[in-house]
């Protein structure tokens, strides 16, 4: 691999000391009204939280199009902007409820309930048991359905990894959640065991957000990409149970919540049958629609068929009910901030390039469907315009920092690849370091667009700064209707970040460099399948 310039560990320590003040000529060219008026326009109430399949939707797609043909990027897709994502519109019944034993909870208030299969109804009768973490890990020997059989069975787990709960860091990763720990991951495993439904017990610290956030967002219109079985092999019910309604659950049944939980956490431990009943009637009204991912190129000349992707999901969640109230939830930092950076990051670029053309191609895009479970993303990663192989890396921003400036750069996952090289001495130029996740536990690194391309092989890094400089973010306005448009953002964190993604950007268009996964895992497997 070329390497970038190498920053000395004491150089990088003494960057520690104080805030970042150096900005590249590419950050100062970065127009900061531009950034302000996109995301003003994407986070207005206007364009209705951004619902995929929404009016939200259609206006969010022509304002980004727009915009990159004001810029003079060129079509990603053939001669189109625009590729179509087939999806499932899901809109479950909300008036319903679970019963477990002789225990009636409410629906948004005790659990949530939906479902991915294609399917009008689907009934839940069933035996419940308690399944630990809900893993099958065999690089850890860890199996959580050993010796238990759940086919057509209503299964509980805990939230995160057992290295969360147990803060060893011999187990799985310690802290720092594994993809075993996400809901994703134990949908797709309790699927894999034939069970018929899942509920997750939600706690606050290893889930990484609060009750709020699961409310919003499982208990609105939902989406899926379909199969040629209309989803029927996925899950039946896809639940989450709060926690105090999860303790009454195992009090009933004669166990301690909070001693089996801490069985869990500890290798060889045996699911246990709760000798109890579930009972639930999930109705759904199904509509099949295509909602639109949306790239578009800068073409490069002596490399053009070698890309390199900055992306930020367009898509939020629409409207909810909050305090008995509709409300929008325009999800400002959350990501309408990030589209405002890759399109500012366009403007430059394409002027950059017009005084100097760039050897590769640039992607600029903006999927769908992020917040249902990276479909856009998953559909463009599994059908790109051009072959897996050929794009270099795909960089992902979720949440730009539109406070202040900081002396650090945040980093999700580490020794994953060789981009990670480049983010450091990027920072460093700027006399910034590299701050490791704060929140490791949350898994952030799954949690994002670049992780369905991850999944894919292509080299991926997430950019993400969401509530890192605000404490109150994730508590008070994250995937809710407070996360708006504020006039008295600073942006200074804006443009640092904007500065480095560009730089890394400018390096990866000229020199010729295959950045490569270094750990072993799926991700590099993958890379390795694609030939590359």
Not at 262 to 290: Q, V, W
């Amino acid at each position: 691999m070329f390497k970038p310039f190498i920053v000395s560990s004491l150089l990088l320590a003494a960057c520690q000391s104080f805030a970042a003040t150096s900005i590249s000529p590419l950050g100062e060219q970065l127009n900061l009204d531009n950034f302000r008026k996109d995301v003003q326009v994407l986070a207005s109430d206007d364009f209705e939280g951004r619902a995929p399949l929404s009016e939200g939707e259609q206006k969010t797609v022509d304002y980004i199009v727009s915009q990159f043909k004001s810029i003079g990027l060129k079509p990603a897709f053939g001669d189109s902007y625009i590729q179509k994502v087939p999806l499932a519109k899901i809109t479950a019944d909300q008036n319903m409820s679970l019963t477990i034993g002789d225990m009636e909870f409410k629906n948004g208030s005790d659990f949530t309930a939906r479902t991915q299969r294609i399917s009008e109804s689907i009934a839940v009768n069933d035996d419940v048991v308690f399944a630990g973490y809900g893993i099958v890990a065999p690089e850890y020997n860890w199996n959580d359905y050993a010796n238990i059989d759940v086919k057509g069975k209503t299964v509980i787990v805990l939230v995160n990894d057992p290295g969360f709960a147990s803060k060893d860091d011999d187990l799985f990763t310690g802290n720092a959640m594994t993809y075993y720990g996400r809901w994703t991951y134990k949908y797709e495993e309790a699927a894999r065991q034939g069970a018929k439904a899942l509920f997750i017990v939600h706690e606050t610290m290893p889930a990484g957000y609060g009750w709020g956030v699961v409310q919003n967002s499982n208990t609105n219109t939902k989406y899926a990409l379909v199969d040629d079985n209309d989803n029927q092999s996925q899950v039946g019910v896809m639940g989450w149970i709060q926690l105090r309604a999860a303790e009454k659950i195992f009090a009933a049944a004669g166990l301690n919540y909070r001693e089996l939980k801490a069985e869990a956490a500890k290798p060889g431990f045996t699911a246990i049958d709760l000798h109890t009943k579930a009972k639930l009637a999930l109705h759904n009204r199904i509509e099949h629609a295509e909602s639109q991912n949306l790239a578009a190129l800068l073409p490069g000349t002596s490399a053009a068929d070698e890309w390199i992707g900055i992306h930020a999901h367009w898509d939020h969640l629409g409207k909810a009910i909050e305090n008995g109230k509709e409300v929008v939830l325009n999800g400002a930092v959350d990501n309408a901030s990030g589209v405002a950076g890759v399109l500012e990051l366009a403007r430059v670029l394409k002027k950059q390039s017009s005084e100097k053309p760039f050897k590769r191609t640039l992607m600029f895009s903006a999927f769908t469907a992020e917040e249902t479970g990276l479909l856009g993303a998953e559909h463009f990663a599994k059908n790109p315009p051009i072959d897996q192989s050929q794009i270099v890396a795909f960089l992902n921003i979720d949440g730009m920092n539109v406070n202040a400036s900081t002396d650090y750069i945040l980093q999700y996952g580490s020794g994953l690849s060789e981009l990670e090289d480049y983010v450091a001495d990027t920072a460093a130029s700027q006399g910034r370091y590299v701050k490791p996740d704060p929140r490791p536990q949350n898994g952030l690194f799954f949690r994002s667009d670049h992780f369905a391309a991850a999944r894919q092989g292509i080299p991926s890094y997430l950019f993400m700064s969401l509530g890192d400089t605000d404490p109150s973010f994730i508590a008070k306005r994250y995937h809710k209707a407070a996360d708006d448009y504020l006039p008295e953002w600073n942006l200074g964190g804006v443009r640092q970040d904007l500065d480095l993604i560009g730089q890394i950007m400018v390096q990866l268009a000229d020199n010729g460099d295959w950045p490569a996964w270094t750990t072993e895992s799926d991700f590099k497997a993958a890379r390795k399948a694609s030939g590359r």
